[in-house]
């Protein structure tokens, strides 16, 4: 019976996004931040009869990062989502705990890498390990045309898992180093980026890391590669 909208950006350009649902009890609002940041966003009316957005609460969320909910704003960490409900739906009877398996960074920032083409649809980029954190590698894909390009190879149970399309690796002195994903399922909806992390206690600090990543693409695609200090 209630009326859903979204709101918001496009996830594939890094933009917040979110789907909301209002009825006569109150409103359910699902917010989404793709960014490798904290960010604010800001939860809209979704119509001009609606009460203002003002005593919500937090309903379900990953763990990790704590949101924080401010009139019609929450702040999340990166990769994060969150549900926060309003009016009849801010009760403690709606509650829907946190994700345990799913754990946002406490913080993130940027580290400087210049990827460079190796071969077709591969990009290799070296960085110099920090002395604190994991690391968290970020590769997007693109067409030739410069359009965000999502590859589908199939879905279950007969579809290609997506970890051996995207690949993600590392190597330190010349060895492998370990970089975990959780992308490596057969993904009926695919994918147009990759995401891995690296734990602190595989690198050796101060010390040059090469990080390549590739695409299985049969054509031509743009790949952006980026690199990030995580600390959880």
């Not at 989502?81 to 509650?95: I, K, N, P």
């Not at 590739?214 to 600390?231: F, N, R, T």
Request: charged share 20%; glycine share 12%.
């Amino acid at each position: 019976m209630g009326r859903r909208k979204t709101f918001g950006g496009i996830p594939g350009e890094v933009e917040p996004y979110g789907f909301g649902s209002l009825d006569a009890d109150g409103a359910l609002y699902a917010v989404v931040n793709p960014a490798q940041s904290v960010q604010e966003i800001q939860m809209p009316q979704l119509s001009k009869d609606q009460p203002a957005l003002a005593k919500g609460r937090l309903l379900f969320t990953d763990a990790g990062f704590r949101p924080v909910l401010t009139r019609d704003s929450v702040r999340l960490g990166p990769g994060q989502m969150a549900l926060v409900g309003f009016g009849g739906y801010a009760g403690v009877s709606h509650d829907l705990g946190v994700q345990q398996d799913v754990l946002i960074p406490q913080s993130i920032r940027p580290l400087h890498s210049s990827f460079v083409s190796r071969g077709k649809n591969t990009i290799e980029a070296t960085v110099t390990v920090p002395a604190h954190g994991d690391l968290r590698i970020v590769m997007q894909q693109r067409s030739s045309g410069g359009n965000i390009l999502r590859s589908w190879k199939g879905g279950p149970p007969d579809g290609t898992n997506m970890g051996t399309f995207f690949r993600l690796r590392a190597w330190q002195h010349g060895k492998p180093v370990p970089v975990e994903v959780t992308y490596d399922k057969v993904i009926w909806s695919g994918l147009s980026w990759a995401v891995g992390d690296i734990k602190r206690d595989t690198l050796a600090a101060a010390q040059a890391l090469t990080i390549q990543c590739s695409s299985g693409e049969g054509d031509p695609v743009v790949l952006d590669g980026k690199v990030y200090e995580v600390h959880y």
